[in-house]
């Protein structure tokens, strides 16, 4: 089925006088006739439910829609974006082990490689994300796992060529890890460019009305982990927790989400709330629809900003004057997404001034739901750094991160105006 099919139906098929709608399974546990079949499903001898630390059936009905999306073999909800990245590189990085990165991504990201999995003993080295083949591959070392970037980053909007980076990461028997949170299935699916695993901050476009923190792995099942076996042992030697059970030899292409699943979620248990669950699926119901105004409206907006003399730059990688519009158009042939960044002639002040003017644009730290909004760094996120800082971490001074949501983009434009002439 297509896309927005997909985004309608999958995951969830009632049978004969079952709820037509997914129903919110509130329940820890799940109750069974026999202590021998209990005993089964502790051994992952058999599947089924039996607390909702492991499994839970809202949950995997929302995660097989987001599998379905990404063309995936199956998919993982967790409590947050951040704990979907830290599980989907710790699932095959354990000490001593190696990452190699973008260095354009998310905040929070670029904070738990450089700081929190160093204190685990897993070291990254970050690329820069126009880096060649030749300066990517220096980065590896013997003990490299693995591969990471975004799609598009957050919030400088680079626009990451999948392509190179797979081919890297192959030529070095690793997997690539694309966080795709800004583009969506709707407008990039990684895996038919070589991306092996894909993870989600559910939180944004996904979920799409600002209500729930959640987050998601998939797998593609391409990668062949039996075949790089010495560096993969977590999934390819017997996990003694599970009585000697072998990921690759069990589990075949669902070797590596069974491992996050069984072994990361349960020690570690970021789960996702069934509750969020059910209303991430509704949100998912309309992503395509959304993603879709999204892109015109920030198009429109980006266009209007450009020729406007109040504006000294746009940084949107649909626009054809970007440094990125060939790479997204090759990625994301039908738009991005609709977060962007613009500077204003004037002071850091004059920032501040026209954010505090607008009306209708709410200035809060999220981005990428329904509602437009706004956010200057130098204030809000990055407000601890000095100028000097600010210009090395690549936040200008004067950058406003706008996010572009699906009112009416007439609106959106008449009050960046009355803020902007005031
Ligand atoms: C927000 C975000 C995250 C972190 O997700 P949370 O749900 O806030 O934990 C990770 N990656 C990207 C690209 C993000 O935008």
């Known amino acids: 089925m297509k896309k927005e099919t997909l985004c309608v139906q999958a995951g969830y098929t009632p049978k004969n006088g079952e709820a037509r ?8 546990t799940f109750k069974y006739e026999s202590s021998e079949q209990m005993g089964r499903l502790f051994d992952l001898e058999e599947s089924g439910y039996f607390y909702t630390r492991l499994q839970n059936p809202t949950n995997d009905a929302v995660a097989a829609k987001i599998a379905a999306l990404e063309g995936g073999v199956a998919a993982m909800l967790t409590s947050s974006g951040q704990a979907a ?3 989907a590189i710790f699932n095959i990085c354990e000490a001593g082990d190696h990452v190699v990165s973008s260095a354009q991504i998310y905040g929070g990201t670029f904070n738990l490689l450089n700081v929190t999995l160093r204190k685990l003993g897993i070291e990254t080295t970050f690329v820069d994300v126009d880096a060649s083949e030749e300066e990517i591959a220096a980065a590896f070392k013997p003990n490299t796992k693995v591969l990471f970037g975004e799609t598009i980053s957050n919030p400088s909007i ?7 980076f797979a081919r890297v990461a192959h030529n070095h028997g690793v997997p690539l890890i ?18 092996d695993i894909v993870t989600h901050s559910t939180t944004k476009y996904m979920d799409g009305h600002a209500m ?19 560096k993969f042992p977590g999934l ?21 989400i ?26 998912l119901e309309t992503l395509h629809l959304r993603m879709e105004r999204h892109c015109k409206n920030a198009l429109a907006v980006a266009k209007w900003l450009e020729a406007n003399p109040k504006v000294a730059w746009v940084n949107y990688c649909d626009l054809p004057s970007n440094k ?23 002071s850091r002040k004059d920032a501040e001034q026209f954010m505090d003017r607008l009306k209708l644009i709410a200035i809060v730290t999220h981005v990428a739901d329904a509602r437009t909004c706004v956010l200057h760094p130098a204030s809000h996120t990055h407000r601890q750094l000095t100028e000097q800082q600010l210009v090395e971490a690549g936040v200008a001074p004067d950058l406003i991160r706008l996010s572009v949501g699906i009112e009416n983009v007439d609106d959106i434009i008449a009050d960046m105006q009355q803020a902007m002439e005031a």
């Not at 996990?239 to 590596?256: I, N, P, Q, R, V």
Request: hydrophobic share 35%; aromatic share 14%.
């Open 178 to 195: 694309v966080d795709n949170t800004f583009a969506t299935p709707i407008n990039c699916r990684p895996f038919e460019w070589g991306a």
């Open 236 to 256: 390819t030697t017997p996990d003694e927790s599970y009585h000697g059970l072998t990921y690759t030899e069990h589990f075949g292409k669902l070797a590596y």
């Open 85 to 87: 990245n830290f599980y």
């Open 212 to 230: 729930t923190v959640g987050g998601a792995i998939v797998d593609s099942g391409n990668f062949d982990w039996q075949a790089h076996a010495e």
């Open 324 to 346: 990125y519009y060939s790479l997204a158009k090759k990625y994301m042939p039908n738009g991005s997404c609709g977060v962007m960044s613009f500077g204003l002639k004037g």
């Open 158 to 164: 680079n626009v990451l060529d999948i392509e190179k």
């Open 258 to 283: 069974t491992k996050a699943t069984s072994q990361l979620m349960r020690d570690l248990g970021s789960i996702q709330a069934p509750h969020n669950a059910f209303l991430l699926n509704v949100g």
């Open 21 to 28: 709608i997914l129903p919110i399974y509130q329940s820890t």
